[in-house]
């Protein structure tokens, strides 16, 4: 076990990047969902402070209180463009569609083997 009080922020991810790549296992970042004004700004090429009306536009169409966020999506379609586009600008990724995982529709649980 590896001591890391003195160990700095830096040192502490390379010894995480290097137990999970010795552990064959990727470390996905959590998935942003909510648009910022420096977001919009950088999509439309616009001032911040139009981008910042732009969100409190969107949160008034949408009936949001001022601390709730406004999503990609809402975004996307408020402004009529494409999810995957708005999505892959931001993120600077593809979207990747989730799969959809098999549910078995057996009430009584899985099936035993009989011997």
């Not at 999509?43 to 601390?67: D, F, Q």
């Amino acid at each position: 076990m590896i001591n890391y009080e003195n160990c700095t922020k830096r040192r502490k991810l390379a010894h995480l990047y290097k137990y999970c790549a010795a552990l064959n296992r990727i470390v996905i970042m959590s998935n942003r969902i909510c648009i910022y004004p420096k977001d919009v700004q950088a999509i439309m090429g616009s001032s911040y402070s139009y981008a910042s009306k732009i969100i409190r536009t969107i949160k008034k169409e949408l009936g949001k209180k001022s601390h709730q966020v406004v999503t990609i999506r809402e975004f996307a379609k408020y402004m009529g463009l494409e999810f995957e586009e708005v999505y892959a600008e931001i993120t600077g990724t593809e979207y990747a569609t989730p799969k959809k995982r098999k549910v078995s529709n057996d009430v009584n649980g899985p099936k035993k083997l009989s011997a």
